[in-house]
């Protein structure tokens, strides 16, 4: 992490106060349960409005930063509530209870159960494909340049702990095939693995992921995707991308329980991945002195005790955005974004820096202006309107990222776009 953006968490904690000031008006209500009108093509949205009012997300906060934290549904935090409670009626973990939210999920990932392993967030998962793999001094692996923290960090100790070789592309925002050109040139006969973000975190760039994949295969290099952004923002199969692993956050997309993350790994590739902290549940060793034999499945990456009820809210929350239709949400955030970049594109001294071109962006829109330092007009968002976007300093792009998702509205795009023209304006 950066120091700016260590300082943009401080400054975010203490802006939270001006929820109290100046909150701009958003439908929505304090997360009931009630059931979901039928969904009206020709007018969607009541549905939406009903949506809204299933999370608990005040009314008083235009919320653009599920690629930050996604607000989970009263639902999602109603089922994890619930499995607490029984679990501590009985003082017992829960742990079998982990096989129907692991169904689940494979489901939701295009993936089979055996493959997805539960973690604590998509850190977790990148960092066990990392120290995992064997690799050695002068081994090289290919990753963006705008690699989130929790996706660079793991191989940047892999080159302290192995001398691993990093090297790294600049993602290209007009082209898919801008960024096979641009990975391929990296590739050595040294290259042992190549990284993605799916979608990146600072503007929102969706990867060709099929087709990196199958350069991956032909030359023989593990392919691992960063889907910290993806899942939950439009619907995928992992089976049908062909990647080797693929990590994922429950708690931003997917609106799943805090600290929820996924891991798969295929199958037929598992025991390539050694597990760095193992314990119960990781394989069996009846008898010490013994060997320990670690499962042939994903499961050898859990250990110990863990929350089912986090892992079964994560569950409740896939079942929630199934409800919904994953297609019918991928729809509705991409058209927010386009709403959001129409009035954008109408201010004076306004750059959008996620690209345009359908299939290269989806739920994400990231701009900044020359008139206005982008901490200062995030922050005079925040404190002043009470819109929470997300200050984007990494790689010096110095913008503001804004997050579209199912619980969003049009009049919030609207309300946004003006707030950021009037800011401009005075500034
Ligand atoms: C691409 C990417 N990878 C990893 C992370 C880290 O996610 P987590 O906090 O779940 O570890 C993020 C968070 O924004 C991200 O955008």
């Not at 055996?114 to 973690?119: G, H, L, N, P």
């Not at 940047?156 to 095939?177: I, S, W, Y």
């Not at 998702?405 to 707030?419: I, K, T, W």
Request: aromatic share 8%.
């Amino acid at each position: 992490m950066t120091l700016d953006r260590r300082t943009f968490l401080r400054r975010t904690a203490w802006g939270a106060a001006g929820l109290g000031v100046a909150a701009v008006a958003v439908a929505g209500g304090a997360g009931g349960n009630a059931p979901l009108p039928a969904y009206d093509d020709r007018s969607p949205e009541p549905f939406w409005r009903a949506v809204r009012g299933r999370y608990p997300l005040s009314p008083r906060l235009t919320y653009f930063n599920t690629g930050g934290l996604g607000p989970a549904a009263q639902t999602v935090l109603d089922r994890a509530a619930a499995v607490t409670r029984e679990l501590q009626e009985k003082s017992e973990h829960g742990h079998a209870l982990h096989e129907g939210a692991r169904a689940t999920l494979a489901r939701f990932l295009g993936a089979d159960a055996d493959e997805i392993a539960f973690v604590r967030n998509a850190t977790e998962g990148n960092s066990i494909i990392a120290a995992g793999l064997s690799l050695r001094s002068g081994d090289e692996v290919v990753f963006e340049t705008h690699a989130h923290p929790g996706g660079s960090f793991p191989w940047a100790n892999q080159e302290k702990l192995r001398g691993v070789g990093l090297k790294l592309f600049e993602p290209d925002p007009t082209d898919a095939a801008g960024n096979l050109a641009r990975i391929t040139a990296l590739l050595t006969p040294r290259t042992r693995v190549l990284q993605v973000s799916h979608v990146t975190a600072p503007t929102g760039i969706v990867m060709p992921v099929d087709a990196l994949a199958r350069l991956c295969r032909e030359r023989g290099i593990w392919f691992h995707v960063d889907g910290a952004q993806s899942a939950g923002m439009f619907p995928f199969s992992l089976h049908t991308i062909g990647c080797d692993s693929f990590a994922t956050s429950g708690h931003k997309w997917l609106g799943g329980p805090l600290e929820t993350g996924v891991l798969y790994v295929r199958r037929d590739r598992v025991d390539e991945v050694a597990p760095t902290l193992v314990g119960s549940y990781s394989g069996e060793l009846d008898f010490l002195p013994g060997e320990l034999r670690l499962a042939r499945t994903a499961i050898r990456f859990e250990y110990g005790t863990r929350s089912a009820a986090a892992i079964l809210g994560l569950a409740e929350a896939v079942a929630f955005q199934e409800s919904i239709g994953r297609e019918r949400i991928a729809a509705r955030g991409r058209w927010l974004a386009a709403r959001v970049r129409a009035g954008l594109e109408k201010l004076p001294d306004v750059e959008i820096l996620t690209p345009a071109k359908p299939g290269l962006s989806a739920a994400m829109t990231t701009f900044r202006s020359p008139r206005l330092a982008f901490d200062r007009l995030f922050e005079r968002l925040f404190k002043d309107h009470a819109i929470r976007c997300r200050p984007v300093s990494e790689q010096r792009l110095n913008a503001v990222r804004v997050s579209t998702h199912l619980f969003n509205s049009p009049e919030e795009c609207d309300a946004l776009v003006a707030r950021v023209g009037e800011i401009l304006r005075r500034a």
